[in-house]
């Protein structure tokens, strides 16, 4: 069986893929956690790993004495998410830290050869040519965990990819899908955090209201599959029935489709190329009955339009749009902001920034803290 360690345990990717990994007996090397000790010590005693990670050093020496009375190791801070990342022990690293903060863990397990089951966007969307022109060079595999492009990879398997024309990349359009802009003015926190078909952790929910997240995924598409932009269509299918699909040559479209449920893609993404049964249920078309298509709504929904102005333009500016959203939908779930000025603050970054260009990891950190900079000093 395959030997599994999991970056963001607690997370909501994190405990569905311990869901998993219990289904089919994976041996998990290692789990790690940000903050949340609580969740992180009953993981550890359920799966007893050899490793137990906790980003937050303060709370190094909390998780040393809660598990004092096992053989496991304690790591801290990033020094401890990278040597976790590297592990010899590793077959498969699944990286699911929001933010960021996954970048640094994941150069550093495709450095140590360890194939990826990425769920971690945020890292592609910021250091997309970083990762994977490291992941040609050491010839490590990186399987996507988000719903959308595990359905692609899953359309591209058994085709030629020089015969693809255009994925397909679908969007529920999230909570507030058919409001105009005025309407997105008087939007709550309450209402922003409350999913129509995904449940997931507070930073996606937030991009999936303001569609940031389907930027981020057009971003990620782009690097995990060698496309041009052209090449990326969004459709707003509000049933997440069909969680993307490809075109080809000959215009044979062919979808994937399964209940909204992410155990399904993190399992593909653990077990490729294997399909065994799943912990989730089989879908049932006629309980849908009708399945709907629309193109997305750009002027209202700033945050996507900008995305894919950013990648257009290349170089740092889909890094400075990622951290400026990471730092708007901070500010907006501290009640700093309001809904509506995510998008103001996204597409600002546009305009404020020149071009430069993204050689190497320091200038994509160096792109994320003066993004940072900027948004902090707009909301003073
Ligand atoms: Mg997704």
């Known amino acids: 069986m395959k030997k599994v360690s999991i970056l963001g345990s607690t997370g909501s990717i994190g405990t569905q893929s311990l869901e998993v990994c219990e289904k089919h007996g994976f041996d998990v090397v290692a789990l790690t956690a940000h903050s949340s000790v609580d969740m992180l010590e009953v993981q550890a005693r359920k799966f007893r790993p050899q490793y137990v990670g906790i980003f937050n050093e303060n709370l190094y020496s909390d998780m040393k004495n809660r598990l004092a009375d096992t053989d496991i190791k304690i790591l801290c801070g990033m020094d401890g998410l990278c040597e976790i990342a590297s592990l010899d022990e590793n077959d498969i690293v699944l990286n699911s830290v929001v933010g960021m903060v996954g970048l640094l863990p994941t150069l550093t397990a495709i450095n140590a050869g360890k194939d990826i089951a990425l769920a971690n966007k945020e890292t592609l969307v910021a250091g997309g040519e970083l990762i994977m022109s490291l992941a040609r060079k050491k010839n490590v595999k990186i399987y996507p965990v ?32 058919g409001y105009s802009y005025e309407q997105l003015k008087n939007v709550t926190k309450a209402d922003a955090l409350h999913h129509p078909n995904w449940s997931m952790g507070n930073k996606i929910t937030i991009d999936s209201a303001t569609l940031m997240n389907k930027g981020l995924e057009f971003i990620e598409a782009k690097w995990l599959f060698d496309l041009n932009p052209e090449q990326i269509e969004i459709v707003v299918h509000r049933e997440s029935v069909i969680h993307s699909a490809v075109e080809y040559k000959d215009y044979a479209v062919i979808a994937q489709l399964g209940v909204p449920d992410m155990k399904i893609p993190i399992q593909y993404a653990l077990l490729y ?20 298509f629309a193109e997305p709504d750009y002027n209202t929904f700033r945050c996507l ?35 509506i000025q995510i998008g103001e603050i996204v597409s600002s970054v546009l305009e404020k920034f020149r071009f430069s260009a993204v050689s190497g990891y320091n200038d994509v950190m160096r792109a994320d803290s003066e993004a940072r900079e900027y948004v902090r000093s707009l909301i003073g």
């Open 273 to 292: 190329p294997e399909r065994l049964e799943c912990p989730t249920r089989p879908l049932s078309l006629t309980d849908y009955g009708t399945l709907t």
């Open 146 to 177: 988000d719903s959308e492009h595990s359905a692609i990879f899953q359309c591209l398997q058994g085709n030629r990819r020089e015969q693809l024309n255009k994925i397909i990349l679908t969007a529920s359009g999230g909570p507030f899908y």
């Open 305 to 339: 339009d900008s995305a894919i102005k950013a990648i257009k333009l290349g170089g740092a500016y889909p890094c400075l749009i990622n951290s400026a959203n990471e730092e708007a939908v901070k500010a907006f779930l501290n009640d700093e902001i309001k809904f």
